[in-house]
């Protein structure tokens, strides 16, 4: 294989962020364009023709449906370019593993779609991004990457999207895998793979919708009651996603008013606002009761992602919704 080709989609976040001083603490994300962030790869002598493309410049915080939209069409016609060999998505850590998500379920498995940030800005000392942008370079220009959905790289290791999760506020290493570990780990001029690739030939598990609709996630606490129930459904959310004790747990007179959230034919999934482990069905909780889906290895803003899509391709019975949290 000759040189990789690799489309760059940039969105802003740290990667792109300046303190402008090399010991700052302080920085905005999303300052650098992404021609000199290819400008600054290149000179390292990456073997691979980069064109990049601005979606956004922003901090991930304030990335949702508006930058979602022209970041997927972006990528579907990338991948229908025969002259592009991968994507990389350039993206702020605090909402990658939603995009991630969002992207992975919705798009086919096959050439790589790869999604990168950093923790420190462009100019700080140590800054990780250029590093692990290219060791996006290298995945993403790798015909062993096709097939494995769309992947995270951060800190020397790639990520499956479904199991990716930051992990610290501050550390350069701050994503890890759940309940996966890594898929491989990487470095500019090495990857080493732990397994085939394993969706070669699947197609997008759900259609990219024409809108996401409202869905909120409760955040449960020791001596909570019903009314934060009742004041998210003032906002006629289309489902609910509880972050909740454990595995999924929530006081009795939550799970009451959440079973009548079920009732009212909106869909309540369990999740847990615990970073480790799964949540499942008939536990605690009498989910057949009540009508929950079990939000098994998801975390909520995961969970939320899943929900949102399903809703809106007209997904609605409970059993289907729960195999598709059962799915890996
Ligand atoms: N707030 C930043 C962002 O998500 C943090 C980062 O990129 O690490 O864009």
């Given at each position: ?191 080493d793979w732990f397994g085939p690739a394993d969706r070669t030939g699947n197609p997008a598990r759900f259609a990219f919708p024409d809108r996401l ?116």
């Amino acid at each position: 294989m000759g040189t990789p080709h690799i489309r760059i989609l940039a969105t802003g976040g740290t990667i792109a962020g300046s303190a402008g001083s090399a010991i700052g603490h302080g920085y905005r994300a999303g300052q650098v364009a992404i021609a000199d962030m290819v400008a600054g790869a290149q000179a390292l002598g990456i073997a691979a023709q980069l064109d990049g493309i601005d979606i956004a410049q922003v901090g991930s915080q304030d990335i949702g449906w508006p930058q979602w939209q022209p970041l997927h069409r972006h990528i579907v016609e990338a991948l229908a370019d025969e002259d592009i060999d991968g994507i990389i998505v350039t993206h702020g850590t605090d909402t990658a593993e939603e995009t991630a998500m969002l992207l992975d379920i919705t798009l086919p498995a096959g050439k790589p779609v790869v999604l990168v940030g950093a923790m420190r800005p462009a100019d700080a000392v140590g800054s990780d991004g250029l590093r692990n942008f290219a060791n996006a370079v290298r995945v993403a220009g790798d015909p062993a990457a096709h097939g494995r959905g769309v992947m995270l790289v951060m800190g020397d290791t790639v990520l499956a999207a479904s199991d990716a999760r930051k992990w610290a506020t501050a550390n350069i290493d701050a994503f890890r895998g759940y309940p996966r570990g890594p898929l491989g780990v990487v470095t500019p001029a090495t990857l080493d793979w732990f397994g085939p690739a394993d969706r070669t030939g699947n197609p997008a598990r759900f259609a990219f919708p024409d809108r996401l609709p409202r869905v909120e996630i409760l955040y449960a606490h020791a001596g909570m009651d019903e009314a934060t129930v009742g004041a998210l459904l003032r906002l006629d959310p289309a489902g609910m996603v509880l972050a909740g004790l454990g595995q999924g747990n929530a006081p009795r007179a939550v799970l009451s008013a959440l079973a009548e959230v079920v009732a009212s034919g909106r869909p309540v999934v369990r999740a847990s606002r615990v970073d480790e482990g799964s949540v499942d069905r008939n536990v605690e909780v009498d989910d057949d009761a009540a009508g929950f889906i079990a939000s098994r290895a998801y975390n909520p803003q995961k969970s939320r992602i899943l929900l949102q899509v399903m809703l809106a391709n007209g997904i609605t019975d409970p059993a289907r919704m729960q195999a598709e949290f059962d799915r890996r």
